[in-house]
Nanobody
Framework: VQLQASGGGLVQAGGSLRLSCAAP????????MGWFRQAPGKEREFVAA????????DYADSVKGRFTISRDNAENTLYLQMNSLRPEDTAIYYC???????????????WGQGTLVTVSS
């Protein structure tokens, strides 16, 4: 599945952004989905995940209570609502997909191109 992330930009600390990830041409419901990020000079890290039906979610401790992952399978789109943004949230954000038949033991094999989020202090 091809993934297309969008919605990044420059925002002041305390502000909000909503990222989107489109999956044209393939039912998004076939995949568990996640958001990851990579800050300059750092390794890529997990941000949030959502199972294929949209009921079960998981978050990194650093974003709990501030970020919300959601999906609209009918629109083949994944979202990440980011509130109360901090300078340390500055990173390239990637959406990723994992075939749902693999479950949590599988790996994310499908990746979008990334969208840059910059939070100024």
């Amino acid at each position: 599945v091809q993934l297309q992330a969008s919605g990044g930009g420059l925002v002041q600390a305390g502000g909000s952004l909503r990222l989107s990830c489109a999956a044209p041409g393939r039912p998004l419901s076939d995949y568990d989905m996640g958001w990851f990020r990579q800050a300059p000079g750092k390794e890529r890290e997990f941000v949030a995940a959502i199972r294929w039906a949209g009921v079960i979610t998981d978050y990194a401790d650093s974003v709990k209570g501030r970020f919300t992952i959601s999906r609209d399978n009918a629109e083949n789109t994944l979202y990440l609502q980011m509130n109360s943004l901090r300078p340390e949230d500055t990173a390239i954000y990637y959406c990723a997909g994992r075939r749902r038949v693999l479950g949590t033991g599988g790996s994310y094999d499908y990746w979008g191109q990334g969208t840059l989020v910059t939070v100024s202090s």
